[in-house]
């Protein structure tokens, strides 16, 4: 697996990473424990360093097994989670309190089964605490030596500027793919000119890039797509044009439309890290095979000159959701 480096900071890992949320949580195909765990290890054996978790993912249980997964690989893999959203009678609310950091870098540690958070991202911007505290409250942990880097999730440009005067801010990370390119518009040059890598969640579009969810899919209400504007019968009946594209442009490859997808997000930026997340080997092994996948000018300017034909139809989130973004 080549390797990346998440933009002027010594955080080196494998070009595509494992986002772990959906093995247990958000979706409806999770796994059991051991078939979770399972998966990850093959991950770490096939050239995968760079994982990704949360404490709000179960919340907890996804940590937990990330954590038994990895610790007989821990030397050899770069763990990422994030604090700042804790349950509320059922509701999740941002809490990024100095006091509430703490408890959860401590609650994190304990169910990863490690002595260190090699890179800890503030799950989504608390507007009621400034960023300069949250920001000297890591650069805090970092000097007590329980964080190693750290980072900030879906946060707006100028909120990132002022993290990152406080103390560096190594990596952001939001959603982008082919079919959410929001980023483009400000979020990428900023990041160019600060020196931040970036790590794009959800870079098969929950599954939509892959090719495999038609215009009649369905979806259970444990499975977060089920509320998701993109993902509503008309939406997908209107997006398949761009699958459409991916799977020509797949065809001329002789490789998959995720393949694809995956191998544009890397041609965007040499620090551009994605971590699709899976339940299955074969995906997995997919999805790492883009990391071979190169495409050329020529080709790159083809999918974005039939990009400029295509309609995006429905929000990426409910409307409740997207208010707690930044980007």
């Given at each position: 697996m080549q390797k990346r480096t998440l933009g002027k900071s010594n955080l080196e890992v494998s070009a595509i990473g494992f986002g772990c949320m959906g093995l247990n949580y958000a979706y409806s195909n999770s796994l059991d424990k051991k078939q979770a765990i399972s998966l990850l290890q093959a991950a770490v054996e096939r050239g995968v360093t760079f994982f990704d978790t949360a404490e709000m993912y179960g919340p907890f249980t996804n940590e937990e097994l990330v954590g038994e997964a990895l610790k007989p690989y821990r030397d050899r893999v770069v763990i990422a989670t994030k604090f700042g959203i804790r349950l509320v009678n059922g509701k999740q609310v941002q809490d990024s309190?100095?006091?509430?950091?703490?408890?959860?870098?401590?609650?994190?540690?304990?169910?990863l089964k490690t002595d260190v958070i090699d890179l800890y991202y503030q799950h989504r911007?608390?507007?009621?605490?400034?960023?300069?505290?949250?920001?000297?409250?890591i650069k805090e942990l970092i000097q007590e030596g329980k964080i190693k880097y750290w980072g900030l999730s879906e946060a707006g440009?100028?909120?990132i500027r002022r993290a990152h005067a406080v103390h560096?801010?190594?990596?952001?990370?939001?959603?982008?793919?082919?079919?959410?390119?929001?980023?483009?518009?400000?979020?990428?040059?900023?990041?160019?000119?600060?020196?931040?890598?970036?790590?794009p969640f959800s870079p098969l579009g929950k599954g939509f890039l892959t090719g495999s969810i038609g215009k009649d899919a369905k979806f259970g209400k444990t499975d977060f797509r089920s509320i998701v504007p993109r993902f509503s019968p008309?939406?997908?009946?209107?997006?398949?044009?761009?699958?459409?594209?991916?799977?020509?442009?797949?065809?001329?490859?002789q490789v998959t439309p995720a393949q694809i997808a995956l191998a544009w997000l890397l041609a965007q930026r040499p620090w551009i890290v994605p971590i699709p997340g899976t339940t299955k080997l074969n995906r997995l092994e997919e999805n790492i095979g883009a990391a071979d996948i190169e495409l050329s000018e020529k080709e790159l300017q083809s999918i974005e000159g039939a990009l400029d034909h295509i309609k995006i139809v429905g929000a990426r989130y409910p409307e409740e959701l997207e208010k707690r973004t930044g980007l």
């Open positions: 309190q100095p006091a509430s950091i703490r408890q959860s870098v401590e609650g994190s540690l304990k169910r911007v608390d507007t009621t605490v400034p960023i300069e505290d949250v920001a000297g409250t440009v100028q909120t560096p801010v190594t990596a952001v990370e939001s959603e982008y793919s082919l079919w959410w390119r929001k980023p483009e518009e400000f979020l990428l040059f900023a990041l160019n000119e600060l020196g931040i890598g970036f790590v008309e939406a997908l009946a209107a997006n398949q044009g761009l699958v459409d594209l991916l799977k020509q442009v797949a065809s001329q490859k």
